[in-house]
T-cell receptor, first 111, second 112 residues
Framework: RKEVEQDPGPFNVPEGATVAFNCTYS??????FFWYRQDCRKEPKLLMS???SGNEDGRFTAQLNRASQYISLLIRDSKLSDSATYLC????????????FGAGTILRVKS | DAGVIQSPRHEVTEMGQEVTLRCKPI?????LFWYRQTMMRGLELLIY????????DSGMPEDRFSAKMPNASFSTLKIQPSEPRDSAVYFC??????????FGQGTRLTVV
């Protein structure tokens, strides 16, 4: 079983839609979580960290559910510019801060 | 800060040749990661270092792959001999503690 798993998609949504991605992690000792955005032929870049209490940044909301071992990303009022691949990541301090990523979820926002 | 710097950006080589990828992490970061990205397998962690010491190389696919970090500002990933199935984008990333990781622009490797 992969340490971090995501639905690869693609998610095809119209502009203005709300879309949600989930990501599950296998190691309950995971301590830090992140969402990254990757544009075509570019490197992944941090979108937002995920805090235990949940956090919001504009149209983006991230949540953590430790009991069920998943994190989520909600994008409201989707823009064409949101089209990208979204990768979730989990960090394990007990493994020397090992940082593992899911394979990514493709989002396509269409006009 | 210039960010994580990788070289070369693109590499085309013939099967059987040795390939060396280079990475300069962000100054002050104490962890360095090497990842490989393909359409089929996504972003795979190959190896990572803390304070220049390799912590986990279980993601290295075969003995043909090796990585070193001789000092805090430089790391290499070597493939010898290279094979067509090694074709992928190789990313280096660095961070401090348990914070976010910053990626280099990647090396796009093609083995023909």
């Amino acid at each position: 079983r992969k340490e971090v798993e995501q639905d690869p998609g693609p998610f095809n949504v119209p502009e203005g839609a709300t879309v949600a991605f989930n990501c599950t992690y296998s190691n309950s000792a995971s301590q830090s979580f992140f969402w990254y955005r990757q544009d075509c032929r570019k490197e992944p870049k941090l979108l937002m960290s995920v805090y235990s209490s949940g956090n919001e940044d504009g149209r983006f909301t991230a949540q953590l559910n430790r009991a069920s071992q998943y994190i989520s990303l909600l994008i409201r009022d989707s823009k064409l510019s949101d089209s990208a691949t979204y990768l979730c990541a989990a960090s394990l301090m007990e493994y020397g801060n090992k940082l593992v990523f899911g394979a990514g979820t493709i989002l396509r926002v269409k006009s | 800060d210039a960010g994580v710097i990788q070289s070369p950006r693109h590499e085309v080589t013939e099967m059987g040749q040795e390939v060396t990828l280079r990475c300069k992490p962000i100054s002050g970061h104490n962890s360095l990661f090497w990842y490989r990205q393909t359409m089929m397998r996504g972003l795979e962690l190959l190896i990572y270092f803390n304070n220049n010491v390799p912590i986990d190389d279980s993601g290295m696919p075969e003995d043909r792959f090796s990585a070193k970090m001789p000092n805090a500002s430089f790391s290499t990933l070597k493939i010898q001999p290279s094979e067509p199935r090694d074709s992928a984008v190789y990313f280096c990333a660095s961070r401090t503690g348990n914070t976010e990781a910053f990626f280099g622009q990647g090396t796009r490797l093609t083995v023909v």
